[in-house]
């Protein structure tokens, strides 16, 4: 006898058999039981889930001769012929080739007389998207009206390609996508009686590659049981399926989430080296991916595609890694996938994704920054210091330049803390004094540029000085710039922390307004700057904290 390929011999006969449809087969053997025969029904689903099995199995049930109402017996004659394909009373038609208008008339000529011999004449309608539009026309008029005990059955993939007016005079069924829990338990009984050995894990890798679709995960396990002599070694299945294994997909997930570029040249070189298509370990890498996500957002371990000790595994990268840090990882790569699906150079494309997402951990959420909080470690110390270099002087060691001699002002000069609070002797200078290096002032400043960067570089337009107990910061009167970050998110807590540090815990600050200075006479004849501008808006004065920044003029667009 010939020899017959596994998805031809074990296609379903029976309700019973069909997997992973059990709502579909509920609904169609209630209208069994109760009689309520519809004259069309629409199976729409992708390829290999049932639809045209379904079609068969419903044929034959309406025509069973000891068990109608259930499950066909299969052993009557009407059964016997519907499964050779040799009953004249079920009509199955391939759409793609019957399409022509002219055909679809002869069929419906045909139909307009009764069974030769069965209780009902079936027709099975095979691939229906695939009519013309005048072939749907010539249809429409039979189905809305049809002769009695004549049934429609239409199967398609493209369910949308389909006119309304057809879909609205039929049942339509939606075959959904076998699990693949449910395909490789399928695969295992079929090894069984098939005398095929394979491991758990390589039917569950089967079992994925298909999809699916039950009809090509068994038209897979038949050609690995071929290419292994009825053996099935896990090495074989990932050669032959053009997979990876679970362990380089747990070194390269990890490696992204610590930015580890040289795992992540490796995995792609080890891609390349295997001759493994690029573009399916990309979509098998989404997949792990996302059973990571389900796993950080509580999922169960038991609830993913992967054999129990790797589902263990994959759960503590998971807890560990977090689900918005996967979330923004899944995010990333999904958009690489067009990208990589028609790139020429596959793995180049797959390579440049995965680094481009293995530079996200290195990245500031803005939304944190924006609420005031304070900068990230690796912000601060990966950012450039122009006092780090001898040759470039600290900015605030150089005064600022003076366009002319200043006059004496009959208000009283800011007076810096004395030699008794800061350890050293001030200076006059035309601009805010500045702590000298070594001094509390500067050790204060230091501990504020250890929490927030950009608030002690505002600090170093105000006047520090301490005495009884308080750190007085005196501001200009025209800087309200300043005034408004001192006071703004956590600023006052790191000022009050860093006061606390240098001072004791009891020691306070606050912020007072400098009194406005007298113009001399230099200052009349030449016209003072304006003072920058102000915008009320907390977004764009916490920017310019981040940055140090100021606003210099204001166009209304």
Sequence with gaps: MAYQVLARKWRPQDFS????QEAIVTALRNA?????IAQAYLFSGIRGVGKTTAARVLAKALNC???????????????????RGGDLDVIEVDAATYSKVEQVRELTESLRYGPARDRYKVVVLDEIHRLSRQAFDALLKIVEEPPPH??????????DSVPVTILSRCQEFRFR?????????????????????????ALRLVARAGEGSVRDAVALLDQLATFGNRSISDDDAVRLLGGL???????????????????????ARR??????????????????????????????????????????????????AGYENLLRLLSQLLASEPVVRRSETGVLAVEIAWLRAAELPKLVQVEALLAGGN????????????????????????????????????????????????????????????AVPGTPLERFLDEVRKRKPPLASHLDRATLDFADGALTITYDPGDLHLRDSLNRGSNPQILQEAVAVIWGAEAVWRAVQGAPAVASRAESVTPKADPPAQVDNPTVQTLLELFGGQIEAIEES
């Design 65 to 83: 001769e000891t068990n109608f109402g259930g499950d066909p017996c299969n052993e009557c004659t009407p059964c016997r012929e519907i499964t």
């Design 177 to 201: 996508r076998v699990p693949s829990l449910e395909v490789a338990a399928l695969l295992r009984r079929i090894c069984t009686q098939e005398e095929i050995s394979a491991s758990d894990a």
């Design 245 to 267: 294994d679970t362990a380089l997909f747990h070194r390269l997930l990890q490696a992204m989430l610590a930015g580890d570029r040289l795992a992540i040249r490796d995995a």
């Design 17 to 20: 058999s069909l997997v992973g």
């Design 32 to 36: 069994l039981r109760e009689k309520r």
């Design 271 to 320: 891609v390349e080296d295997e001759g493994w298509d690029a573009r399916n370990v990309f979509s098998q890498f989404l997949a792990f991916g996302r059973d990571a996500l389900h796993l950080a957002i509580g999922g169960s371990p038991s609830s993913v595609d992967l054999p129990e000790e790797e589902a263990q595994a994959l759960a503590r990268v998971a807890e560990a």
């Design 375 to 434: 900068l990230p470690a690796a912000s601060r110390t990966t950012a450039p210091s122009m006092s780090a270099n001898p040759s470039i002087p600290s900015p605030r060691a150089v005064a600022p330049p003076q366009t002319a001699p200043e006059a004496p002002s009959a208000a009283p000069p800011r007076a810096v803390a004395s030699a008794a609070n800061h350890g050293s002797p001030s200076a006059p200078s035309t601009s805010a004094p500045k």
């Design 150 to 159: 004549l049934v429609f059955i239409f199967a398609t993939t493209e369910a």
